[in-house]
């Protein structure tokens, strides 16, 4: 039996695009991991009745389980807690104790905003204590109580419903708790552990996939018992592949045909993405890197440092964003500009070098190329990105043609600057 | 008479958090623009019964218009078309021309890629030429043709639905012309221009919104017939204001009344960006910047460049990750670091006048700090951040404590490192 989840964030600002949704995908990871299939997100305002809906509409279709993040706040427009009580048909009723330990993490933040009114932080506070009948109180991370609140007497088999606060790190450290309590294990019991895998490739087009597909039914697998969706992210493909359990059999044929057709694209076949596995393969040799970069400006630099620990391994590089900078901070001969131009083969390699010498780094990365939207040429169109990687025992360089809007020209340009490393690191060299 | 929208994003990647939506915040942007209120978002999986439930929520919530993006690729999961043609009881249909224009399409994709099998694609082809009957059809701007497909005789106030393509680039190529259809003109016949107004302040919490709100009430301002949101972005706050037509002068007095009350913290009241504020103010100077970044590692160079044109006042910058970095690329004093430590105000400044000298900018900026989760300390915890920005007429410097998780303080100090240049060439200094 599979185990249903719907999530509803609420919020004017995100479904006016005014801010990214952190929430809805963060809670969808979350969720299978316990092995419980998502099967709606829906965003939708701060109006009660909207709200409602969303619930209802969820419940309709079969929902154990309904996510809701945001409306928790002391503002008037505030109401996500009100409407999931009426959903549920619980009353609100004050938890004074709950009222104290809110007033406990508000009086130090007043101290540092002195001129706020005192009384209508303690309105605000009492609203933010009312709690439905028989809900469970998840104790706030900012000032907001998360809930749990399970489905009526007239509904029993109804969902279940976790109201989380919508700042996204008071969220995240709310879910645990969320789902140690009681209503949550009821409503989510039977969850099937689904058997997932992640299968990377760098350089084939998506169709491939499908015409690999067609290859391995016609081969006898039985791919038809399972679930695979293929996605291009960043410049890479992946190929997800669930399956129930006793399938394991047909799962693993299908892996072993895709890693034997694409044995020369496959970079992971366990989640991992291709930054920790450059991260891995530099620190199990103890080589440090550097970059030069152009057109990217300092994003290749950045997600190399995404993750903690990085100092180790990444020196630091240069921005060289216009020619002087790259003579004066990489060394790259201004006469080598003049005949190549700055976007050549030429200059990434100038660059690469250029970063390894100024940083005494094991590894130089050299990247320039035409973002867009202007600055093309018939001879070097837009997307056109030149990248070397330097190492102790070579180089490696390669012009491609990205496609793409400005920022996804410069993203791509990172990703594919990350597999360059990881090949160079494999021995490979022009 | 307000025109309402509801947008529905198909795909199993977006639901299960692989891929990140770009769709549904890219078209809520664009049918506000319209006058269009977008009153629902929803994210199904690829499962047809789920588009279809989706679509019949969203036209029993009093949807006028409906957008959907994705399923209509050429795999056997893409199955948005069909599903909005049995919707709106409009049997499918091939159209020959338009399967021979997606042929003229594919052939030359052919070419790059040899190995493809052309039955395969002939096949997927005629898939994607199926039209529902009545609908107008949108030309691919990939493979995938996009379409425009009214009501049914038996629900003729119904939605009109506009069925888009997944990838953005083939969506948004595609808006315009959805949007000059007769069958979406009829659809959204009598949208209300709303009025607009959004007001930024940056460095005061949120609830101080809430503050100002009551004082206006309070002060005879009739807020309650404004819709007024508020929302923390990045560090700012944004207050968004909407009202309909002749609520200008009640508009306009809550506009006065916060730009009074946060004078020295509101920064934009006309929709413009801390980004692009500072840009303008260094070309009307006639100044450019350079950046020597150490926990942000390369975020505010990208920043600074993330739109084109930036070279002209962009010179480049520095990543100095460790401290060596600091030394060799911006001149600072390795005892000043033994001294005082990398991060701190000392540090920053020099650093910021090691950008200015290395690359011969009028500004100078130096970003240190602790972005965690480990390297803090009692006296410099996990978020301490210290900002220089340095110019010809002096500097400008800041020690903070931000809040947030790794990636959130890293993107905190690069707004902070903008409103501080904005600052200083307002005329501030230490």
Redesign the interface.
Known sequence: MSVRAGIIVT???V???????RN???L??RL?ELGID?????????RPE?VL??LR?LAA?GADLICTSGGLG????DLTAQVVADFQERPMALDQALEERIWRILEPLMAR?PH??ED?IRQ?NRKQALVPEGATVLEPVGTAPGLVVPPPASRPGGPTVVVLPGPP?ELQAMWRAATETEAFAAAVTGAVRYRSSMLRMFGI?E??I??TL?GARDSGVAVDELEI???M?RGEI?V?TRSEPGEDAVHDAWLGFVKDRHADTLFSDDFSLIDQIVTDMLDQRGWTIA?A?SC???????R????????TR?????????N??KS??ASVDPALIAAHGAVSVEVAEALADGARA???ADVGVGITGI?????GSAEKPVGTVCVTVSGPEGRLTRRVQL??????V?DRSTTLALHMVRRLLLGEHN
């Open positions: 919020g004017t600002e479904l006016t695009a005014r801010t990214v949704d809805g995908p963060w969808s990871e299978q998502v099967t709606q997100l829906v965003v939708v305002g701060d909207e809906s969303a509409w279709e002391p503002t008037e427009d905003w706020l009114e209508a605000a790190r087009p169709s491939e499908a015409s067609r969706t293929t996605c992210r992946e997800v970059t970069e990217t400006a300092g994003l290749l630099a950045a190399l440092t995404e993750h903690p620990g990085s100092s990444v020196r630091g590089g240069v921005v060289v964003y216009d002087a900078a004066a901070l100024a940083l005494a973002a867009g939207p202007g600055g496609p793409g809007d400005r920022s996804e410069r």
